[in-house]
C-alpha cells in the first residue's frame, strides 16, 4: 500500500513552481477531498471569464507547511479551521478573505460487492469486522479526515480496539483508493469521497455529535495575485454552490 500511497500523493499535488502554476491566473491548494468538485467549477469559471485555475490538491496539513515553506498559491481551502488558523497566525492569510464554505459528513465505507452490515453505535464491533484486515483512513496525527476518524472513533469506545490496525494514508483519497483496490475491508472516508468512488459503498454515517464540525474553509494567501478575489467570489456564488452539491456537500448557510 505505500507504492499506492506514494503515487497518489504525487499525482494529486502539482509542483507548484512550475510553469504551468505560474501560466494560469490563480493557483489553488485545496484539501484532496474537493479533487472531483473544484475542477468543473474552475471549468465554469473559465467558460466564464476566460480566466484559468490551477490546481494543488494533497491533504491539507501537506498544504498548509507548503504554504508556509514556499510562495506559489494564491488561495487555500482546508478541510478543518485548524490547518487554517495555523496559516493565519503565522500571518500567511488575509483574514478578511476568510469564510466557512462547506460542510460534510463522516462515513464507513466497504468494497462495493463486499457483503458487509454494520451499525455504528458505542462499543460497536469495528475490530471484529475487520476480520483481520486494516482499516482505511487519512493519518490520524495531521490529517483533518483522519483526526475526525479518530474523534469520532474514540468518542465511540472503539478507538482502542482498532488503532493498531490502521492503514494510514496519505489524505482521504489515498484511504478511499485502499477500499476501492480491496486492500482494506473498511475504511472512513467522506461521505463526498464514497460519492465520487463507484467502487466503494457507504455502510454506516457516524454520528455527527461524536466529532467535531466538518467545515472547509477558504481564503485568499498573504501576497495572492489580483485575479484570486474574483475566483474567491466565485467560489461562494450560486453557480459554484450548485456543483458543490452535485459532489455530496453542504454549502454553509445554504
Not at 123 to 148: E, H, I, N, T
Request: net charge positive; hydrophobic share 50%.
Amino acid at each position: 500500500m505505500r507504492s499506492l500511497a506514494k503515487f497518489m500523493t504525487v499525482t494529486l499535488t502539482a509542483v507548484i513552481m512550475s510553469g504551468a502554476a505560474w501560466a494560469a491566473n490563480v493557483t489553488m491548494f485545496a484539501a484532496a477531498s474537493l479533487s472531483s468538485a473544484l475542477p468543473e467549477i474552475a471549468a465554469a469559471y473559465q467558460k466564464k471569464t476566460g480566466k484559468t485555475v490551477t490546481f494543488s490538491f494533497a491533504a491539507s496539513s501537506v498544504l498548509a507547511r507548503q504554504i508556509e515553506a514556499s510562495p506559489g498559491a494564491d488561495v487555500f481551502m482546508s478541510a478543518d479551521a485548524d490547518w487554517m488558523d495555523y496559516l493565519e497566525r503565522k500571518n500567511l492569510i488575509q483574514p478578511s478573505s476568510r469564510k466557512t464554505l462547506l460542510s460534510s459528513r463522516l462515513v464507513l465505507i466497504a468494497p462495493a460487492a463486499a457483503p458487509v452490515s454494520l451499525k455504528i453505535a458505542p462499543q460497536f464491533d469495528l475490530a471484529g469486522a475487520l476480520k483481520g484486515g486494516r482499516l482505511a483512513v487519512a493519518d490520524p496525527a495531521s490529517v483533518p479526515a483522519g483526526k475526525y476518524a479518530k474523534a469520532s472513533l474514540t468518542a465511540l469506545g472503539v478507538w482502542p480496539g482498532v488503532e493498531s490496525k490502521l492503514a494510514a494514508a496519505e489524505n482521504v483519497r489515498v484511504a478511499l483508493a485502499y477500499v476501492a483496490r480491496g486492500e482494506t475491508p473498511l475504511g472512513i472516508v467522506y461521505r463526498t469521497d464514497a460519492l465520487a468512488e463507484p467502487k466503494v459503498k457507504i455502510v454506516d454515517t457516524f454520528p455527527d455529535k461524536t466529532h467535531p464540525p466538518i467545515v472547509y474553509p477558504v481564503a485568499m494567501i498573504k501576497d495572492a495575485r489580483p485575479d484570486a478575489k474574483a475566483f474567491l467570489t466565485f467560489l461562494e456564488g450560486r453557480e459554484a454552490a450548485a456543483i458543490f452539491v452535485k459532489y455530496g456537500f453542504e454549502v454553509a448557510g445554504k
